[in-house]
C-alpha cells in the first residue's frame, strides 16, 4: 500500500508491507497394530489421504515394517480432521488404528 506524505512536496511515498507467517505445518502418522487389516489401511490412505495404489502400499509397507508410517504433512487443521476421519473409519469397521499428528 502506497501513501503520500501529508504537505511533502517531494512525493516521496512510503509503502507498508505485512509479513504474513506460513502456518506451522504437522506430520500425520499411521501406526502399526496386530489387528488392522492391510487392506484396510490402503483404503485409508487412498481415501482420506488421496494417495495413489502404489504409494499407499509403501506407505502401508512402511507402517508395518518400522511401527509407523508418515501419511501426509498438513495444516493443523486439516492435519486434525484427517486423524479424526481415521479414527472414526477404523472404529466404524472395528480396527483399533492409531493415527497421530506432530509438529514438524
Known amino acids: 500500500m502506497s501513501r503520500q506524505i ?3 512536496q517531494t512525493g516521496v511515498s512510503i509503502e507498508t508491507r505485512k509479513i504474513i507467517a506460513e502456518p506451522p505445518l ?5 501406526h ?3 489387528y488392522t487389516s492391510m487392506d484396510f489401511v490402503v483404503n485409508i490412505l487412498v481415501m482420506v489421504f488421496r494417495k495413489p495404489e502404489g504409494e499407499a502400499n509403501r506407505i502401508m ?5 518400522n511401527g509407523v508410517g508418515i501419511c501426509g504433512v498438513y495444516p493443523y487443521e486439516v492435519a486434525e480432521t484427517k486423524v479424526e476421519t481415521v479414527h472414526s473409519l477404523a472404529a ?6 492409531k493415527c497421530t499428528m506432530e509438529k514438524e
Not at 466404524?92 to 488404528?97: A, C, I, S
Open 6 to 8: 501529508p504537505g511533502s
Open 32 to 34: 502399526n497394530d496386530d
Open 92 to 97: 466404524e469397521n472395528g480396527f483399533p488404528l
Open 61 to 65: 509397507m512402511n507402517v508395518h515394517k
Open 26 to 30: 504437522y506430520r500425520v502418522m499411521l
